[in-house]
């Protein structure tokens, strides 16, 4: 991967250099904000499921809006402060947690408006990178992305979970904001220069309007959403239960989840760096749906783990897991990306996202609602069904499809 012609261009390597750091803190973070709302401060499963959702809410808010203003202005600048706001408001956790006055409210507020950030970050960055790469090399350029993120993937939940035992999980949290002001700084040495916007743009609503027919009229991209909504819903799910049932039922210490964590990213880490290869062998089209298809099943393993050696099921079930996500990550993004014209591009990235993202909220308060009343395990059940069953769509859609120029 790292002789493609994408990581040549020093501007992708400055964008990939940004990615990667932020990603690190993202995993570090990732262990450190759930154990500090239940270890710290006692977290239900239900209370946790309210901070989650509250990180993904402003996707069903503001998703569609987002992507129609994305496509007015230049989309660095976008980028870069929604980087620094990350980084401002990950700062206060630690803060609050110096003064004493940290509570579950203040870390729900800070997703929410993380959360935010995260919305123009998201659909800006999907948008972006064709601009930096080119459409021709997008496969390349998404693949060696995800692959060198990867690397803070399985590096950052080990040093996560290493360093809440040694510092507290409240002070880990700096360690991302840190990372998004790297990121940010990465973005501002990019020289790479955007097509200008429209000069004089539609309607909001008529262009939202227009990115939300895009998608509907559109088969393929109609069964994606589906697909990808389903599986964003399950992880939700999952994600309100998950560090309570590594935590309370398994009895794993803060380093042991680290470590969990960072065996299913060594999995994505692989999968990303074999995605062209999958690609060619199996089909670019055709691997789309059946990464999912192969993986889920074998995700299924991890409710059935036990305290001891049984931790093991847990960590094959979330390998496999997230070996088939990021596949999927990668080869939908990139078939989106080609199908798209440059000048909608943010609207239907934000609709994609809006569509994927919008049952995110539900799906983390149902998975609080459902751990406080069936428990952790039955819960994690339930959101690996569906886990399971999500490439029914796209398998539908690219039946007799063997490679994206089957589709174009």
Known sequence: MLSSPPFRRRDFRLLLFGQTTAQLGTQVSGVAIPLLAVVTLDASPLQLGLVTASGTIAFALIGLPAGAWIDRWRRRPVLVAADLARAALLATVPLAALLGCLTIAHLAVVSLLAGVARVFFDVGYQSYLPSVVGRADLLAGNSAMETVRACGQVAGPGIGGWAVTLLGAANVVLVQAATFAVSALSLLAIRTREQPPAPEPARLAAEIG?????????????????????????????????????????????????????????????????????????????????????????????????????????????????????????????????????????????TMRFLMMGLFPLGALLGGVLGETIGPRPTLWLALAVIALSPLPVSIALRGARDVEDVL
């Open 210 to 350: 227009e990115g939300l027919a895009f998608v509907a009229r559109t088969r393929l991209l109609r069964a994606m959403a589906i697909t990808s909504a389903a599986g964003n819903f399950s992880f939700a799910i999952a994600s309100a239960v998950t560090f309570v049932f590594m935590v309370r039922t398994l009895g794993l210490s803060p380093t042991a989840i680290g470590l969990v964590v960072a065996g299913g990213s060594v999995a994505a880490l692989a999968g990303a760096a074999l995605t062209p290869h999958l690609a060619r062998r199996a089909g670019s089209a055709r691997i789309i749906w059946l990464s999912l298809a192969v993986t889920g099943p074998v995700a299924m393993l991890g409710p059935l783990a036990q305290p001891g050696w049984a931790v093991a099921l847990l960590v094959l079930g979330t390998a496999a897991g997230e070996l088939g996500q990021i596949v999927y990550a990668i080869t939908n993004v990139s078939l989106r990306q080609r199908m798209c014209p440059e000048r909608m591009l943010g609207r239907v990235n934000a």
